[in-house]
């Protein structure tokens, strides 16, 4: 990972190079896929939870399923109740005024979303599910949390497979950001300039 993005502190790095064993990266097209796959999550290992402050322009763009024209005004540039809109109801998150939008929004390298995916990884580190949310927005639990997800939702089926859209849709649920992510993906494929 240094090769590729030479400026990432050492901290980062020795978080990332983790990932390596426990997410069992034993070839190069899965470490190509997940380094790509988290770089593109992270901004490139420097964003560590989710940004939802949008514009109205924005909301109506990424998530047209829940904003429209009348009520994207109320929620644009507000973080808070945007999350709580968009992840309520749904990942084991309460309602919308249970505030488990906000509380469980994207944390860690791959954005780990939602309640249930929060307290399947509390219990895999023996942690409570308060503390794990502290503990995904650190540099350490941002890359296992990464690893955790990764090897919970079996993703090196997809990278075995050169699948890179099937990755994006199983990590995303969509295929938000693709151009990003196979742009990223091109420079752990690519070998490195020295």
């Given at each position: 990972s240094q090769?590729?993005?030479p400026t990432?502190?050492?901290?980062?790095?020795?978080?990332?190079?983790k990932c390596v064993a426990t997410a069992q990266l034993n070839t190069t097209m899965r470490q190509a896929f997940f380094f790509a796959q988290t770089a593109?999550?992270?901004?490139?290992?420097?964003?560590?939870?989710?940004?939802?402050?949008?514009?109205?322009?924005?909301l109506l763009k990424v998530f047209p399923k829940y904003f429209n024209s009348?009520?994207?005004?109320?929620?644009?540039?507000?973080?808070?109740?945007?999350?709580?809109?968009?992840?309520?109801?749904?990942?084991?998150?309460?309602?919308e005024e249970s505030g488990d939008g906000w509380r469980y929004r994207g944390r860690g390298y791959i954005q780990l979303t939602g309640k249930n995916n929060y307290m399947a990884f509390a219990k895999s580190i023996n942690c409570?599910?308060?503390?794990?949310?502290?503990?995904?927005g650190t540099i350490e639990g941002a890359a296992a949390s990464a690893a955790w997800f990764w090897n919970t939702n079996r993703l090196n089926r997809f990278a075995d497979a050169g699948d890179y859209v099937g990755l994006t849709r199983a990590i995303n649920g969509g295929l938000n950001g693709l151009d990003h992510r196979k742009s990223e993906l091109s420079k752990w494929i690519t070998p490195p300039t020295t």
């Open positions: 090769s590729r993005y990432l502190p050492k901290r980062t790095v020795e978080s990332l190079e593109h999550g992270s901004l490139i290992f420097t964003v560590l939870e989710e940004n939802l402050n949008y514009s109205s322009t924005g009348s009520n994207v005004h109320s929620f644009a540039r507000d973080p808070q109740a945007i999350a709580n809109r968009v992840y309520a109801n749904r990942m084991g998150n309460g309602t409570s599910t308060e503390d794990v949310i502290a503990y995904a």
